[in-house]
Every structure is written in structure tokens, then in C-alpha cells.
């Protein structure tokens, strides 16, 4: 079992920047692709950004391509989400998820993630 824990959410003005971080426990995430999902009130859960077990590709959605930045200390065994220009759209509680070890999945899709953090708040003020 790998236990995902999100930190680093807040409240934050439009144009400020945010670092998300996600700390794994349990079994090494060194193996697995990661992902990050947000969840609006009242919005279906969306896809945000995902990394490779590597941590030499990333795949970004569209409105946060540029803004956002995923990356990986497999060292460490944690991930991060450096979000930087951030806009009152942003607000939603974010997740981390983990594929299993070495699993062939779509990046985009939640249902190929097994392992999911408890997610943190992240508030912009416009």
C-alpha cells in the first residue's frame, strides 16, 4: 500500500504562486507514473498534470500548460506541483494519485490511478 499525503495548499491572490507537495509512505513511488487532480465545487474531478516513473515526462491539461510545473524527487519519495500565475479558476481541492508499479495507463484518466492522497485546498482570490 502506498499512503499519498498532499500539502502546501492556501489561500493565495491571482498571479501568486503556490507549491504543492505530495510526500508517499508505505512502498517506494520511484516505480510508479504520479498525477494531480483537482476537484471544483460543484465540478466533476479533472486531470492536471501527470510525470513518468522517470520524471522525464510530463503531460499537462490545457489550462494550466505553461503555468504549472510538475516534478519528482523519487529520492525523497515526493512530488511536487509548482503552480505559478494562479487564477481564481484554480480554486479546488487538489489530489495525488499513483499508478501501480510499473502499470501502462492513460495519464489523463483518474480510473488508472490506485492510490489517492486526502487532497489540500487551494484558494485564489481573484
Known amino acids: 500500500q502506498v499512503q499519498l499525503v498532499e500539502s502546501g495548499g492556501g489561500w493565495v491572490q491571482a498571479g501568486g504562486s503556490l507549491r504543492l507537495s505530495c510526500a508517499a509512505s508505505g512502498r517506494t513511488i520511484s516505480a510508479r507514473a504520479m498525477a494531480w487532480f483537482r476537484q471544483a465545487p460543484r465540478k466533476e474531478r479533472e486531470f492536471v498534470a501527470a510525470?513518468?516513473?522517470?520524471?522525464?515526462?510530463?503531460v499537462y491539461a490545457d489550462s494550466v500548460k505553461g503555468r504549472f510545473t510538475f516534478f519528482r524527487a523519487n529520492a525523497k519519495n515526493t512530488v511536487y506541483l509548482q503552480m505559478n500565475s494562479l487564477k481564481h479558476e484554480d480554486t479546488a481541492v487538489y489530489y495525488c494519485a499513483a499508478t501501480q508499479v510499473y502499470a501502462s495507463v492513460s495519464y489523463y484518466a483518474a480510473t488508472g490511478y490506485d492510490y489517492w492522497g486526502q487532497g489540500t485546498q487551494v484558494t485564489v482570490s481573484s
Open positions: 510525470i513518468n516513473r522517470g520524471g522525464g515526462s510530463t
